[in-house]
């Protein structure tokens, strides 16, 4: 009976009276099918030879377990040969029953399992020999291992059976689901136990399908999705729909389009409405368009307009018709007819006493796509309006050159012998060649000759003469362009020490009498207190954030302190003429406005790339201030690691600050485009360019307050520069002044802990921002903190947390990071202190050879190393530095243990599958920081 007191058959033996027995039991023929290790599942009981009256040395409580492999079935009537079959074990229970369980019907069972083989044969058969015990064989279960079929990352996996050697995986390629398509090469791993193991790769869904259930699903109608990924279908954009499933596009309704380079998710949109209230002005030489916007841009940004002219100077006169033709083709535009992004045009050259219609169209990608209606706007303009009227052919002959100076140029002209009536006196008419003659100046003078002074060194002019008789205004001359003489170097520099020498005495006695006059009519109070509170900063003996005295580098000067914020960036940064500015291209975008690369030709220099940030129109006159604040921060820097302010477009818009163009961008990410690229002194060199840059600020009393690698840009020679002056603030005249924010953001993973939590900023708190620059740069520009949240950040910080050192860092670097990041800011070294240590770096570049990842000792007492947190398990571990994908990586590697990956290599890590480089710093990073805690909690006598 079985232990439901079920009656169950059994094979069982009890010749336990009489000695050497030797009874055997065999089974079928056994076919081994996929199997390579077979297992066998043995429940019996065995009764207990001491509960056996009568029984002396023949009663065994054993018996054992053969197997024979053969590829066919043995023939009916072979003889049982013992000798042939290999023995599995011994088998002996581990309960067993007596004869008072038997008065109670109770059945002691007993499980065993053995592992039989390798099995290579097509089948086997079982055997089981009893020498001498009391024994019933209840069921015999014969097995084998096989990692299921299952469904991982979108692949499936059919069954797998594991390899012989129970050491070894079996590596597994899997299949694409339906509607799926390859990324990486999806594989699992089959361990010997049946278990699937390792998954690597994976399969996305194809376009038109999303994921679901672990199978791509077709997308819906009203959703679409063009790209092949695991993102999830998306509705329909504005103006276009899909009606059937698994849609890769949606399409656009009646009346809308898509231009060929708009992308599939961008909403349909139409062509614009036509220009608004266009308006035509004219003068002696030019005419002018001018309109407004559509009011309906079509749902584009895109608009651009073309300017379309026909001449209508009379109609027919059967008809009655006027009759137009398209304009002369020497009509000139300024900037261009065609493609302009602006709401205004120019045009020269047009014929006196005509009429002119001018078409301005609106177009934008969609123009022209379908049947949709030109959008345009006319005028009609006529010349008469330009000028007074000539009353007759020029009176004035070939206009002559007599000299020529830097400023000047003398001309004159010859007089036709009898004019019709009596010339009054001639207009000399001149602007410069470059200019298009859309802005002139003129001059009179009765006599045919004129000095024309105010001019430009080394410029071209052109140059126009009329008469005006007693009947009026002659036609003017033809065009001459003469051109004013070269710049002298010598005489410039004369010239310029006597106008600043003029300037220096007349601006003195102005404001002398300006002083005088305000302090008269009491109105001067608040400008004389900001005036002499920057000219005090001026004259006093600044001291740095840690109270260390200077002398020899001027004092910076808050633009804050200025009644009128203007007057700063009047003083500091020099206006630049928007003509010498050539616009290439649009490189990205800041905090106010486009940020574009060009190049700056100022005469008499070199052409060099520059930076322009642009202020976007419709701003505020707040935030105009607030645009120029950098600009009249920056003017005050002179050194070669902070970035050159060229000057600044304040007299016409757009607004503009001009400065070095820096080839390579910003630090971080140049850096992680370059992984692994550069020497350690290379990167040292870095280092040492922006502690120049700051040591420099911080002798002025400048606090930067967002120092960063972001904000550190390089050139082309590989010079780093500090930039980014936005959230700067000055230091007051004492040692332990600082700013305190009032509020706005602060960048935590960079900023110190007093800052954080006072909002107290010093040159102390930059230093500890450049000990986070230094951890980026060694790191190759990876994000401080990793995916820490801020809070995190802010807590982990404040109960010791420190980064640790990135691989293949120095030791001594490290040490300085750990040095700019002491908790208290009169701990931390000074930036010129930053800079000495990096140039004994230099010097003696052997320093650097001793890398933190080949340091076989440990600090002397906990309080000299970071109190890193302790995890109680792997996976704990791989959870708080987010890299749990790993933890079956590191399992099937035979890692369980905190003290067994204390001991990894980066090869170590390598050899588990961990492939990702920034993978693999983060995690041997971490490594180092647990065997650091784990060497002191050892040594403190406890166990891990």
């Not at 999830?232 to 380079?261: L, N």
């Not at 302790?870 to 399992?891: A, E, P, R, T």
Request: proline share 5%.
């Amino acid at each position: 009976m079985d232990e439901q007191n079920r009656p169950i058959h059994t094979f069982q033996v009890c010749h336990v009276m009489e000695p050497n027995q030797n009874n055997w039991l065999r089974s079928g023929w056994i076919q081994r099918q996929a199997a390579q290790r077979v297992y066998v599942e043995l429940r019996f009981t065995l009764r207990d030879c001491n509960s056996i009256p009568w029984v002396s040395g023949t009663c065994k409580e054993t018996f054992n377990l053969f197997y024979l492999q053969t590829d066919e079935p043995l023939p009916a009537g072979t003889r049982f040969r013992p000798i042939d079959y290999a023995k599995v074990d011994t088998i002996a229970a581990d309960e067993s029953f007596t004869q008072t369980d038997l008065g109670d019907r109770v059945l002691r069972l007993n499980t065993e399992v053995r592992e039989v083989g390798p099995v290579t044969q097509k089948g086997f058969y079982l055997a089981f020999q009893d020498v001498g015990a009391c024994i019933a064989l209840v069921s015999v279960k014969v097995f084998y291992k096989r990692c299921p079929s299952t469904l991982r990352n979108l692949a499936a996996f059919p069954d797998t059976v594991p390899h012989m050697d129970s050491s070894s995986l079996v590596e597994v390629r899997g299949a694409c689901v339906e509607n799926a398509e390859e990324r990486d090469t999806p594989k699992l791993y089959c361990g010997a136990d049946g278990d699937w193991l390792v998954p690597l790769g994976r399969c996305v869904c194809s376009i038109g399908h999303e994921e679901m259930d672990g199978y791509c699903r077709a997308c819906k109608p009203g959703f679409f999705k063009a790209y092949a990924g695991n993102t999830k279908c998306s509705k329909c954009p504005s103006h276009s729909s899909s009606h059937d499933q698994a849609a890769t596009i949606c399409h656009c309704d009646k009346g809308f389009y898509r231009a060929i380079k708009d992308p599939s998710t961008m909403a349909c949109t139409r062509p614009p409405s036509a220009p608004r209230n266009l308006v035509s002005l004219i003068n002696d030489t030019a005419l002018f368009l001018q309109w407004m916007p559509p009011s309906d841009t079509g749902g584009r940004k895109d608009v651009t307009y073309n300017i379309l002219c026909q001449r209508c100077d009379g109609s027919d006169s059967e008809s009655g018709v006027t009759q137009c033709e398209p304009c002369e083709p020497d009509l000139r535009f300024i900037p261009r007819a065609l493609g302009l992004t602006g709401t205004s045009v120019a045009i020269l050259d047009f014929a006196m006493h005509a009429n002119y219609t001018f078409h301005v169209e609106a177009v934008n990608g969609v123009t022209g796509l379908g049947m949709a209606v030109r959008s345009l706007a006319n005028v009609t303009v006529n010349t008469h309006q330009a000028g007074e009227l000539p009353v007759g052919p020029a009176l004035v002959g070939v206009v002559r050159k007599d000299w020529a100076s830097q400023n000047s140029i003398a001309l004159s002209w010859s007089e036709v012998e009898q004019p019709p009536s009596d010339i009054v006196d001639y207009e000399v008419k001149y602007y410069e060649k470059e200019q298009e003659q859309l802005s002139y100046s003129s001059t009179r003078t009765k006599t045919p000759s004129v000095v024309v002074t105010g001019l430009r060194p080394s410029t071209v002019y052109v140059f126009h003469v009329r008469a005006r008789t007693t009947a009026g205004y002659t036609a003017y001359s033809p065009n001459f362009e003469f051109a004013t003489a070269a710049e002298d170097p010598d005489i410039a520099d004369q010239g310029q020490v006597l106008v600043v020498v003029t300037a220096s005495v007349g601006g003195f006695s102005l404001l002398v009498i300006l002083t005088l006059f305000l302090l008269i009519t009491g109105r001067c109070q608040g400008y004389i207190k900001a005036r002499m509170k920057s000219e005090e900063k001026r004259r006093t003996r600044f001291h740095s954030g840690h109270g260390i005295p200077f002398s020899g580098i001027k004092t910076y000067v808050d633009p804050d302190t200025y009644e009128d914020p203007t007057q700063a960036v009047e003083e500091f940064a020099k206006e630049i003429d928007p003509s010498y500015i050539c616009i290439e291209r649009v490189i990205g975008a800041g905090e106010f406005g486009e940020v574009c690369s060009g190049r700056l030709r100022i005469p008499g220099r070199m052409s060099i790339a520059v930076a322009i940030k642009t202020l976007k129109g419709g701003y505020m006159e707040q935030q105009r201030r607030d645009f120029l604040r950098e600009a009249s921060i920056m003017g005050q820097f002179n050194n070669p690691n902070i970035i050159r302010l060229e000057g600044v477009v304040t007299n016409s818009r757009p607004v503009m600050i001009v400065v070095e163009y820096m080839e390579n961008g910003a630090l971080d990410t140049f850096l992680r485009t370059r992984d692994g690229q550069f020497t350690v002194l290379q990167l040292v060199g870095m280092l040492h360019g922006i502690a120049v840059g700051m040591t420099y600020l911080s002798d002025m009393g400048y606090v930067h307050r967002d120092l960063a690698a972001r904000n550190i840009l390089v050139d082309e020679n590989l010079v780093c520069k500090v930039s980014d002056f936005g959230m700067s603030r000055v230091l007051e005249d004492d040692t332990e002044a600082a700013y305190t924010a009032t509020g706005g953001k602060i960048p935590i993973r960079w900023t110190a802990p007093e800052a954080i939590a006072y909002g107290k900023f010093s040159s102390a708190s930059d230093v500890w921002s450049y000990g986070i620059v230094m951890w980026e740069v060694m790191s190759y520009g990876e994000r401080p903190y990793w995916e820490m949240s801020n809070q995190d950040v802010i807590l982990s910080i404040e109960e010791g947390y420190r980064l640790p050192a990135p691989m293949g860092c120095p030791v001594t670097l490290h040490q300085l990071m750990l040095h700019c990041w002491q908790k208290e800011s009169s701990q931390r070294p000074r930036f010129n202190d930053v800079l000495s240590f990096l140039d004994k770096l230099i010097i003696n570049p052997s320093s650097l050879l001793t890398l933190v990842n080949d340091v076989q000792s440990f600090p002397d007492s906990p309080e000299d190393m970071p109190d890193y947190p302790l995890f109680i398990s792997i996976g704990d571990w791989l959870d708080s530095i987010k890299m749990s994908q790993y933890k079956n990586n590191f399992l099937a590697a035979g890692y369980t243990t905190l003290d067994s990956i204390s001991t990894m290599s980066i090869d170590d890590i390598r050899r588990i599958g961990v492939c990702l480089i920034g993978h693999q710093r983060r995690i041997i990073s971490s490594i180092q920081s647990l065997r650091l805690q784990l060497h002191h909690i050892q040594q403190s006598g406890f166990q891990v």
